[in-house]
């Protein structure tokens, strides 16, 4: 009889522990579907706000005139016309432009990427004497807003030529030899980009390889430039876009040099094939036009860039 009843006891537990346990697990697997519904709601949001923008401008860059005046129109043409492409291709003179600005941006993003991955070293892995003054003119040199450098600049620029005779302004120098002296667009966030990466590579592995008989070069080669093939990409693509869309400084140093797309972009209301009285359309069409090479860029190396941000370093000594 006692044993009996000690059976129905247990066997009462054991049911009441399990109900327990079913109620706590439907409870947490409802707390974690609540916590997906939202993070994914605010993920759509976030893609919404980046990606409307787009999405509008693919749909003006394909109306027509008398759809763009049509106030019942809001996303969708009622008469579908690739004419604006064909207008800002002519305006922005394709492909010229586009290879100018291709080499271009390219020559300045492997200076910058050059430069920002030995200053990044050097402030990662030297201690000398005024590291930190230049440290903080580093972050200085970021926050001073362009328009206050570019006087400066012009005049350094300006007493070269009166010292030696030679043109530089108006020519590819000024902002390549910027770019390869740390004064390039953005440089100061490409060298902290390098400056963190390389302060998580033990430091262990360059003792390592100065024991083997490596020195200061070697051992940035072997060491440090071996093991941050994905930052050495995500500075160089950063680079990339940021030379891509300067305008300020490049109308300033190279002028008219080299025909660059966003400069086409920028003067693509005077030119004779957009000069209607509404423009817009064409407007939307040259900008996706001017957008698209890094549309594509980032889709090529989209795998390798989301790899480089994500990426750590070695952790552990």
Same mark, same amino acid.
């Given at each position: 009889m006692a044993s009996n009843l000690k059976d129905k006891v247990k066997n009462l537990n054991i049911d009441k522990v399990k109900n327990y346990s079913f109620a706590k697990f439907k409870k947490l697997k409802a707390v974690n579907i609540i916590s997906k519904i939202a993070i994914y709601f605010v993920l759509i949001c976030i893609g919404y706000v980046y990606l409307k923008p787009i999405f509008e401008m693919v749909s003006k860059s394909i109306m027509t005139t008398a759809d763009l005046i049509d106030p019942s129109i809001t996303w969708l043409a009622k008469h579908f016309t690739m004419s604006n492409f064909v207008a800002a291709v002519k305006a922005l003179d394709i492909p010229t432009s586009l290879i100018g600005s291709i080499w271009f941006s390219g020559l300045l993003a492997v200076a910058q990427t050059l430069v920002s991955a030995t200053t990044g070293f050097a402030l990662s892995r030297y201690t000398f004497r005024g590291r930190n003054f230049w440290y903080i003119m580093l972050i200085l040199a970021f926050i001073l807003p362009v328009p206050l450098l570019t006087v400066p600049r012009i005049m350094i620029f300006e007493t070269f030529k009166t010292l030696t005779g030679i043109q530089l302004l108006n020519t590819i120098w000024p902002q390549f030899l910027m770019s390869l002296l740390g004064q390039g667009t953005y440089s100061t966030m490409l060298v902290l980009i390098f400056y963190n990466f390389f302060n998580m590579i033990p430091k262990s592995l360059d003792e390592a390889a100065m024991i083997d008989g490596a020195g200061s070069l070697k051992v940035?080669?072997? !060491?440090?430039?071996?093991?941050?093939?994905?930052?050495?990409?995500? !500075?160089?693509? &950063? *680079? &990339? !876009? &940021?030379?891509?869309? @300067?305008?300020? /400084? /490049? *109308?300033?140093?190279?002028?008219?040099?080299? @025909?660059?797309?966003?400069? =086409?972009? *920028?003067? &693509?209301?005077? *030119?004779? @094939? /957009? =000069?209607?009285a509404v423009n817009e359309a064409k407007r939307m069409a040259a900008t996706l036009i001017s957008i698209l090479p890094l549309l594509i860029l980032y889709g090529v190396v989209q795998k390798q860039f989301i790899q480089g941000i994500e990426n750590t370093g070695i952790t552990g000594e």
């Amino acid at each position: 009889m006692a044993s009996n009843l000690k059976d129905k006891v247990k066997n009462l537990n054991i049911d009441k522990v399990k109900n327990y346990s079913f109620a706590k697990f439907k409870k947490l697997k409802a707390v974690n579907i609540i916590s997906k519904i939202a993070i994914y709601f605010v993920l759509i949001c976030i893609g919404y706000v980046y990606l409307k923008p787009i999405f509008e401008m693919v749909s003006k860059s394909i109306m027509t005139t008398a759809d763009l005046i049509d106030p019942s129109i809001t996303w969708l043409a009622k008469h579908f016309t690739m004419s604006n492409f064909v207008a800002a291709v002519k305006a922005l003179d394709i492909p010229t432009s586009l290879i100018g600005s291709i080499w271009f941006s390219g020559l300045l993003a492997v200076a910058q990427t050059l430069v920002s991955a030995t200053t990044g070293f050097a402030l990662s892995r030297y201690t000398f004497r005024g590291r930190n003054f230049w440290y903080i003119m580093l972050i200085l040199a970021f926050i001073l807003p362009v328009p206050l450098l570019t006087v400066p600049r012009i005049m350094i620029f300006e007493t070269f030529k009166t010292l030696t005779g030679i043109q530089l302004l108006n020519t590819i120098w000024p902002q390549f030899l910027m770019s390869l002296l740390g004064q390039g667009t953005y440089s100061t966030m490409l060298v902290l980009i390098f400056y963190n990466f390389f302060n998580m590579i033990p430091k262990s592995l360059d003792e390592a390889a100065m024991i083997d008989g490596a020195g200061s070069l070697k051992v940035f080669y072997h !060491v440090a430039i071996r093991l941050s093939t994905a930052t050495i990409l995500v !500075v160089f693509l &950063f *680079s &990339f !876009v &940021f030379n891509w869309n @300067e305008t300020y /400084t /490049t *109308s300033t140093m190279l002028g008219d040099a080299v @025909e660059l797309l966003p400069t =086409q972009l *920028s003067a &693509f209301g005077s *030119s004779p @094939e /957009t =000069q209607t009285a509404v423009n817009e359309a064409k407007r939307m069409a040259a900008t996706l036009i001017s957008i698209l090479p890094l549309l594509i860029l980032y889709g090529v190396v989209q795998k390798q860039f989301i790899q480089g941000i994500e990426n750590t370093g070695i952790t552990g000594e």
